[in-house]
């Protein structure tokens, strides 16, 4: 059942006052909505049980507060994904950890279901996922940076926990041990090879607090030219169109036009927790025609709504003879310069023709995606102990977690970077409720056997 509604108690770090000798059940890596649903399925089993049958968990974020993608949190952009996707729902649909409870509480519940949508704000999930994150506040030290991971062996030789050494928000280093670790670190933006970002060049992650600054300081704005031509492409293009009313907003991508997404319901099938399982068991040729044919569910597409207010908005700029809004398809940008007054010489080239021409612009935006975090890199010491198929990306089982050296008995589960074993939802929202119960299944077997 949902709480009453009420605020949350203020709590301490846990990292204040507690024993250093102690070792976590789990230790999680990253506090984004993969460790958060984590942490919840956590909260909701040790509830009521004596101290020596809960798990001990805590996980570190380097951000001083909970954030997800801030600096796209368009105010009137949705979400791509149906609200039932939350953080427990599809694990536990009586959970009071929901989207529908959080609703309740906020006393907007009615309200939103008169709009007759499964898609919310995003700024209003984004609100959610905080309300959650408040919830579970214990369990989490924020400001707190991963510098080291460190196996650990007993008199045997064998890897019983690992030792994570982080920084904390005084510049000091804080050492932890667990038996199992949960890495959720996300992605990183990802820029063209050789590209510098700059005040004047920009990734969309950060389009939010770039336009405050520049509305904060008036700073001319008469051309933005915007990289990319998946959804945040989009979104970004439109806004700028919005902030800048006198601005020309150029939208340079290689495609003859935007790609829609398909979300059409058999293909949204790719995105069911059965299809982890076909996924994983399927050999690897198969695994790559399944990626390959649903790439259209995610990768470098955008909503079919989207794309029509952008075609609506050119249009009447055409017929009302002030175009601002225009779109260099078919094209690329093949080099970037400074001018002497800080503004950009951006020359884009026509792909069929190879003619180029050079754009004067204020801004550059690189809406060119994100890269998943390489673990590997993350688990430093820890890496050397994990197993690698013939790819060299680290081998997974099916409840997430690394295979290692025989003489390992501590667990690293990951949570995305898994696109390879587990599928186009290792890095989406759509199956995290499911995963993290599956990885809290799996730490309750490991448990009763002694790891």
């Not at 000798?21 to 942490?39: C, E, R, V, Y």
């Not at 997800?68 to 979400?79: S, V």
Request: some cysteine; proline content about 5%; hydrophobic content about 40%.
């Amino acid at each position: 059942m949902c709480l009453p509604e009420g605020g949350d108690a203020t709590v301490k770090s846990p990292l204040k006052g507690s024993d250093s000798n102690s070792i976590h059940d789990i230790l999680g890596i990253g506090f984004g909505p993969s460790n958060l649903a984590l942490a919840i399925a956590i909260e909701e089993h040790n509830a009521g049980l004596p101290a020596d049958r809960r798990l001990d968990s805590l996980f570190l974020e380097r951000q001083p507060r909970f954030g997800w993608h801030r600096g796209m949190l368009i105010d009137d952009a949705t979400m791509q994904v149906s609200f039932l996707k939350d953080l427990v729902t599809l694990r536990d649909p009586a959970s009071d950890f929901s989207f529908l409870c959080f609703l309740r509480e906020k006393g907007r519940l009615i309200d939103f279901l008169n709009q007759k949508t499964l898609f919310p704000l995003r700024v209003e999930f984004h609100e959610y996922f905080e309300w959650a994150a408040a919830r579970v506040r214990h369990q989490v030290a924020y400001d707190h940076e991963v510098t080291a991971i460190e196996p650990v062996r007993d008199e045997t030789g064998t890897v019983t926990a690992f030792d994570v050494v982080c920084r904390d928000p005084a510049g000091g280093t804080v050492t932890r041990r667990a038996r199992n670790l949960s890495v959720a670190v996300g992605l990183e933006p990802h820029v063209p090879p050789g590209v510098t970002l700059t005040e004047r060049v920009w990734h969309n992650s950060q389009l939010l607090p770039r336009v405050a600054e520049l509305t904060a300081t008036r700073a001319p704005v008469r051309r933005a030219i915007v990289l990319g031509a998946g959804q945040s492409g989009a979104e970004t293009v439109d806004y700028l169109h919005r902030s800048f009313p006198d601005a020309e907003i150029c939208a340079v991508f290689a495609k003859y036009g935007y790609t829609p997404a398909d979300d059409s319901p058999f293909a949204n099938r790719i995105f069911d927790p059965e299809a982890v399982d076909v996924y994983f068991a399927a050999p690897a040729e198969v695994k790559q025609s399944l990626f390959d044919y649903h790439r259209s569910t995610n990768y470098s597409v955008v909503d079919m709504d989207l794309i029509e207010s952008l075609y609506a908005t050119a249009y009447q700029e055409k017929v009302t003879g002030r175009e601002r809004l225009r779109f260099l398809n078919v094209s690329r940008i093949r080099e970037v310069s400074t001018r002497a007054d800080g503004s950009l010489e951006v020359g884009v080239e026509f792909l069929p023709t190879g003619e180029q021409r050079t754009l004067q612009a204020d801004l550059l935006v690189h809406a060119t995606g994100y890269r998943p975090r390489d673990p590997a890199a993350l688990l430093g010491e820890a890496a050397k102990v994990c197993l690698r198929d013939d790819g060299d990306a680290l081998r997974v089982t099916r409840d997430h977690l690394v295979e290692t050296a025989p003489d390992v008995a501590a667990g690293i589960y990951l949570q995305g970077s898994t696109e390879h074993t587990h599928g186009l939802t290792s890095t989406l929202l759509s199956t995290t409720a499911i995963r993290a119960g599956e990885i809290h299944r799996s730490l309750l077997a490991r448990r009763a056997v002694g790891l």
